[in-house]
């Protein structure tokens, strides 16, 4: 079936570098949802995006829609032991506004 | 408002046992879902329902039975588990689709033997 493809797997930083995790689809995405969940947490909202080249900011954390809604990014600005966690991208595909798919996710780490 | 509950939060199941997964949901929300999370997978959507009465199959449904009888609750059945269900399952709910905020209850962390 259709997915959305999500990259690195994992990364590991020392804390106060910076990460990206990418989310990609073959397909155009009406809309994208990006989520955290913490060690043994359930999966947290974090942002959804929706326009053709949309940037949204919260605090150090940076999410980028592509212009042909086809790919995402999520980026963190000087992490911090506090961003430690997978991050997930979702999205409805095959034309169902009621069918989240999930991207594997992008488990990371920081080393204090 | 408690959000979005489960119960309980850790099951240890015999192969061939059933039980039944409780999910409820106090903010009115019409959406709700079921997720199981197994490593190196993400989050795999199981059922959903779009309200009382109306329930539809996600990617993995096979084993699984749900109804949606009141908005607030939607139950996941196990009518005859399987070590292959061992398995993190987590309920979500949103306003209406899943085009919108999905919250996620704390999760059920169930083991099949």
């Known amino acids: 079936g259709q997915q959305v493809m999500q990259i690195p797997q994992y990364q590991h930083v020392q804390e106060g570098e910076d990460f990206t995790t990418y989310c990609n689809s073959s397909?155009?995405?009406?809309?994208i949802q990006w989520y955290k969940q913490r060690p043994g947490g359930h999966p947290v909202f974090l942002i959804q995006?929706?326009?053709?080249?949309e940037v949204k900011k919260q605090k150090r954390l940076t999410f980028q829609f592509g212009e042909a809604k086809k790919n995402s990014s999520l980026h963190i600005t000087a992490t911090q032991t506090t961003d430690v966690g997978t991050y997930f991208c979702?999205?409805?595909?095959?034309?169902?506004?009621?069918?989240?798919?999930f991207g594997k996710g992008t488990l990371l780490t920081v080393n204090p | 408002n408690a959000g979005v509950t489960q119960t309980p939060k850790f099951q240890v199941l015999k192969t061939g046992q059933s039980m039944t997964l409780q999910c409820a949901q106090d903010?009115?929300?019409?959406?709700m879902s079921w997720y199981r999370q197994d490593p190196g997978m993400g989050l795999r959507l199981i059922h959903y329902?779009?309200?009382?009465?109306?329930?539809d199959q996600g990617e993995v449904p096979n084993g699984y039975n749900v109804s949606r009888s009141t908005t607030e609750d939607f139950p996941l059945r196990l009518l005859s588990a399987a070590p292959s269900q061992t398995s993190v399952y987590f309920c979500?709910?949103?306003?209406?689709?899943?085009?919108?905020?999905?919250?996620f209850g704390p999760g059920t962390r169930l083991l099949v033997l």
């Open positions: 979500a709910s949103s306003y209406s689709t899943g085009l919108e905020t999905q919250y």
């Open positions: 397909t155009t995405l009406s809309n």
């Open positions: 995006l929706v326009k053709s080249g």
């Open positions: 979702a999205a409805p595909l095959g034309g169902s506004n009621y069918k989240l798919t």
């Open positions: 903010m009115n929300h019409e959406y």
């Open positions: 329902s779009v309200g009382a009465g109306i329930t």
